[in-house]
C-alpha cells in the first residue's frame, strides 16, 4: 500500500501540495485525476522519491521512499514527457536497466521486443513520440515492478497500442498484484480500468474512493415534475418541462424521494467518471461558463 499522509510542498510562495492525503491500496488500479495545476504531477514526483516533502509522511508498505534505493527499486514510473541518453538505443538502455534495478527481467524484454516491434540498435532519439512511449513500457515492464507509476502512459500512442499497453498493465495486476496509478485527463479510457480514483485540486485531496462507491453515490435524475425537497443537487438545468438533475446519493434513496413526489415522469440514470468529475468540480468553482463571442 502506498501512503501520502498530510504532504505539504511549495516552490516559493506557490503552494503545489496542501496537506495532501491519500492511500492506494495494494494490487489496485488507481486514477488520479484533477483540473491542470492540481498538484498531480507534484504528487507523483513525492511517490517516486523524487521530491522530498516539506511536511508529512511519504512511505510504500509502512517504509519512507524518499533517499530509500531498496524501496525505489519495487518502483516503476513512466512520466509524461520521457528522457533517454542522447545516442541510447534500446540494447543500451536494457543495460542501463540492468545494473539500476536487480529484478530486470532480460526474458521479458525480450518477449515484449515481439509485441513493441522496435528496432533495438538505433538510437531512440530518432524514434517519434509513440515509439519512445512503447520503449519506455518495454523497459519499465521489465524492472517487474511492485509499483507502476504512468502520468499521461498512452499520450502519443494509437487507438491499437493503446489498447495492448493497457492489456499489459492489467495483466501485471491479474498475475502478480502490482499496484498502479495513473495520472490521465482521458477520463474515458481511466473509467474502463481503474477500481479507485482520487480528485484532486489545488494541491488538495477533494474526493477519494473506490470507482464503484463513487458511481454508486451520485446519480443523475431526469423528470418532469416537481422537485422533491430534501435532494442534495449538485447541478440542475432543464428544457422545456424536462429537467436534469446530477444529486448525491444512491439510486435506491433517490428514487424512493422522488415517487413520494408523484412526477410525470422520472429516469435515473448512472454518472459516468468525466461527470463526477466536471460536477465535483462545479462545486469549488470550476463551472463551465458560457461565452459570447
Do not use: W
Not at 519506455?136 to 502520468?151: C, E, G, K, N, Y
Not at 488538495?204 to 470507482?211: D, F, Q, V, W, Y
Not at 453515490?217 to 425537497?229: A, C, H, I, R, Y
Amino acid at each position: 500500500m502506498l501512503e501520502l499522509k498530510n504532504v505539504s510542498k511549495s516552490f516559493g510562495k506557490f503552494k503545489a501540495l496542501d496537506n495532501l492525503t491519500m492511500t492506494i491500496p495494494q494490487g489496485s488500479v488507481y486514477g488520479l485525476v484533477g483540473p491542470n495545476g492540481a498538484g498531480k504531477t507534484t504528487a507523483i514526483r513525492h511517490i517516486t522519491g523524487v521530491y522530498r516533502p516539506d511536511a508529512g509522511e511519504i512511505t510504500m508498505e509502512g517504509l519512507p521512499i524518499f533517499e530509500n534505493p531498496q524501496v525505489k527499486q519495487a518502483i516503476g514510473y513512466i512520466p509524461d514527457e520521457i528522457f533517454y541518453f542522447s545516442s541510447a538505443t534500446l540494447k543500451d538502455m536494457a543495460k542501463f536497466y540492468r545494473g539500476l534495478y536487480p529484478r530486470f527481467d532480460m526474458p521479458l524484454f525480450q518477449r515484449l521486443s515481439e509485441v513493441f516491434q522496435l528496432p533495438m540498435g538505433s538510437p531512440i532519439r530518432r524514434f517519434s513520440k509513440g515509439m519512445q512511449k512503447q520503449a519506455a513500457f518495454q523497459l519499465t515492464l521489465s524492472i517487474r515492478p511492485d509499483v507502476l507509476v504512468l502520468d499521461e502512459p498512452v499520450d502519443g500512442l494509437d487507438p491499437v497500442m493503446r489498447r495492448q499497453v493497457m492489456s499489459l498493465i492489467l495483466a501485471e495486476v491479474a498475475e502478480r498484484n502490482t499496484t498502479v496509478l495513473i495520472s490521465s485527463h482521458n477520463l474515458r479510457e481511466l473509467e474502463d480500468v481503474c477500481d479507485h480514483v482520487g480528485i484532486m485540486n489545488h494541491g488538495k485531496m477533494l474526493l477519494e474512493r473506490s470507482l464503484a462507491d463513487m458511481q454508486g453515490n451520485t446519480v443523475k435524475l431526469q423528470m418532469v415534475g416537481d422537485v422533491p425537497e430534501g435532494l442534495e443537487i449538485l447541478h440542475q438545468s432543464s428544457t422545456g418541462r424536462l429537467q436534469t438533475l446530477v444529486v448525491r446519493g444512491n439510486a435506491r434513496e433517490v428514487e424512493a424521494q422522488v415517487e413520494a413526489s408523484e412526477p410525470m415522469f422520472y429516469d435515473i440514470l448512472p454518472l459516468s467518471l468525466e461527470e463526477i468529475f466536471i460536477y465535483e468540480l462545479g462545486g469549488v468553482n470550476h463551472e463551465i461558463n458560457s461565452i459570447i463571442l
